[in-house]
């Protein structure tokens, strides 16, 4: 063990492993604790994770929660497991906010009050969130957010929520386990629940398009925020697109982040634009 070194046993032998077996060598000693929960490590380990040939597919119904295999691009519906919600709750109520490798932002809608849920189905751990501001209900397409490692390896969750024609942004740090307000685009109308969100990583910033369905139709916004400085900003939609869209998400191909467009018309049409390349130091959960 001293001639392999630990460079060789965490990158090398360990990043191989999958996401729930790390999880237990956790707790072997607290220097593979610390080591295994490295960006650095969370980055390798992702790496290799994402050159296999079988992914996973989650699905939401109104009754069931699926796992799927896909291999080689096709789904594998033979080796279909169906999985449980720690909480016991209607799938129906269940809104999957944000994914972050593995690791799921979940919101429930009760008839009284909301809950966040930060959940990993592969190794089915997971923790409430939630604190007191979100005991009041929210409308079903209100919510955004996206979750990061700052510098000190601290795992943070962004929430955006829309109502009433303001936008509030909040952060939660798991490593103090508590939320403060963070400062939104001062003069940014986009509180109305007649915007689209989706959300879309890379590098060290998280991008947003909020897009108008309904009046004005077409508008489109670009909300830039730094995971460094925690600060908004809002950007230009490309001029290069020559289409007035409707709605656009964001997808990541080929570790590039790229923007979907959408809009209505006697043909429905899309088209793509590059936002920006995937990061070479990407954040990653596997708790």
Not at 4 to 30: A, N, T
Not at 90 to 96: H, P, V
């Amino acid at each position: 063990m001293d001639r392999i070194g630990d460079d060789m046993l965490f990158e090398e032998i360990l990043s191989r492993l999958p996401p729930k077996v790390v999880s237990q060598f956790k707790c072997v000693c607290k220097q593979w604790c610390y080591e295994l929960s490295t960006p650095k490590f969370a980055l390798i380990h992702t790496r290799r994770l994402s050159k296999l040939l079988q992914k996973k597919l989650l699905s939401l119904d109104e009754h069931t929660i699926v796992v799927d295999d896909i291999v080689s691009g096709n789904l594998e519906v033979d080796t279909r497991k169906v999985i449980t919600f720690p909480y016991d709750v209607q799938q129906s109520r269940l809104i999957i906010i944000a994914s972050f490798n593995g690791l799921m932002l979940v919101c429930i809608r009760r008839t009284d009050a909301n809950q966040l849920v930060l959940w990993n189905p592969t190794t089915r751990r997971f923790k409430l969130i939630s604190d007191d501001y979100f005991s009041r209900y929210f409308g079903r397409h209100d919510d955004t957010g996206g979750m990061y490692f700052d510098e000190s390896n601290d795992l943070k969750v962004l929430h955006i929520n829309c109502f009433a024609g303001a936008v509030t942004a909040r952060v939660y740090s798991r490593h103090n386990d508590s939320w403060r307000n963070l400062s939104f685009v001062k003069g940014c109308l986009l509180g109305s629940n007649f915007y689209s969100w989706s959300a879309g990583i890379s590098g060290k910033t998280i991008y947003f398009t909020a897009s108008n369905y309904w009046l004005p139709p077409g508008e489109c916004n670009i909300v830039a925020f730094d995971v460094v400085s925690e600060s908004f900003s809002i950007l230009r939609f490309p001029e290069r697109i020559q289409m007035n869209p409707c709605q656009v998400h964001f997808i990541t191909i080929s570790n590039k982040l790229h923007g979907f467009l959408v809009r209505y018309s006697d043909e429905q049409c899309s088209q793509s634009s590059t936002i920006g390349a995937a990061p070479k130091d990407e954040y990653n959960s596997r708790e």
